[in-house]
């Protein structure tokens, strides 16, 4: 099962997947007590251990809230092994720029995970798969047995990622979703970093960048 919830002035979804009481959370993209909150709200009514904390890609807006639930919760923070240099560069480069308050996220402790590398949480599990070209040290997080794919900011509905970006490859990008994405079943549901939620099928017919 997932929740999401849009947090930050940047609209990021935060996603929690839960099952058999744990759950994984990722892009805890909180900037506010209400935004925390919510998530502390429903990981309390829903009497769920939190036992990992990913994130899609190292982008300010979608790591912004991880210090802060790496304290809350006691988790290592887990990401692809390209995403670390590029989380000191979003944090310093933009971090004020955009407005967002990243804590103190240099502090925060960190562990890499590997592309099909299974994470498991009560009885269910998200195989990563790199899906980077928005930017460096991207996953896309698949769930077989529900039937969905949190890709970050790499597939959106009838859309994808910016690739105007520092570490950005539009050709990666594209080749990425053709090869990890558009080949996982056609009802296959997409929750992206930002916006509605679409499916696989859907973006293989209409997406302008994809057809």
């Excluded at 009560?122 to 996953?139: E, K, M, R, V, Y």
């Excluded at 929750?191 to 997406?207: A, R, S, W």
Aim: hydrophobic share 35%; net charge negative.
């Amino acid at each position: 099962m997932i929740q999401l919830f849009e947090q930050n002035h940047f609209g990021v979804n935060t996603c929690i997947c839960y099952d058999g009481g744990e759950c994984v959370l990722i892009d805890v993209a909180s900037q506010n007590d209400e935004e925390r909150q919510a998530i502390k709200d429903f990981i309390s009514n829903h009497n769920l251990k939190p036992v990992r904390l990913l994130i899609t890609h190292p982008h300010v807006d979608h790591i912004c809230g991880a210090a802060w639930a790496s304290k809350e919760f006691g988790l290592t923070l887990f990401m692809h092994p390209d995403a670390e240099k590029m989380i000191s560069i979003s944090e310093q480069s933009s971090a004020n720029l955009l407005g967002f308050d990243c804590g103190d996220i240099a502090a925060v402790p960190k562990g890499f995970i590997k592309e099909n590398e299974p994470i498991y949480y009560g009885n269910s599990c998200l195989i990563p798969l790199d899906t980077s070209g928005h930017c460096a040290g991207s996953f896309s997080y698949y769930n077989n047995g529900e039937g969905f794919v949190i890709t970050g900011d790499a597939l959106f509905y009838d859309s994808i990622g910016r690739t105007d970006l520092p570490s950005a490859d539009y050709e990666l990008l594209i080749k990425n979703i053709k090869q990890k994405l558009l080949t996982l079943p056609p009802q296959t549901i997409v929750y992206p970093g930002h916006g509605e939620q679409t499916t696989i099928g859907f973006e293989v017919k209409n997406n302008p960048f994809l057809v």
